[in-house]
Nanobody, 127 residues
């Protein structure tokens, strides 16, 4: 059983930056592909960025390409999401998730493919 705890959310003005962190415990972190997802009120939960077990493969939603960067530190059991040039439409609850599926290069942005989820952290971008 893997436990995931997100941190780093908050209120920021448009154009600002935030760095989200997700600390994992209870499993072998390097066995999991990791993803950041977000859900705004009344909308579905969608992938923002995904990273493979060793970090060699990544996926970004079109809406965040060039602004967000996902990274991981397997020695610290932590995955990060650096968010720059934030926009009001980035406002959502952000969740990290872990997937046991696939191989070292596996990435999949579908939420159904993820086995464990954190509790979420609120990101609010004011205009």
């Amino acid at each position: 059983q893997v436990q995931l705890v997100e941190s780093g959310g908050g209120l920021v003005q448009a154009g600002g930056s935030l760095r989200l962190s997700c600390a994992a415990s209870g499993g072998t972190f390097s066995n999991y592909a990791m993803g950041w997802f977000r859900q705004a009120p009344g909308k579905e939960r969608d992938a923002v960025a995904v990273i493979s077990r060793r970090g060699g493969s990544t996926y970004y939603a079109d809406s965040v390409k060039g602004r967000f960067t996902i990274s991981r530190d397997n020695a610290k059991n932590t995955v990060y999401l650096q968010m720059n040039s934030l926009k009001p439409e980035d406002t959502a609850v952000y969740y990290c998730a872990a997937s046991l599926k696939g191989n070292n290069y596996y990435i999949n942005p579908a939420p159904v493919m993820y086995d464990y989820w954190g509790q979420g952290t609120q990101v609010t971008v004011s205009s």
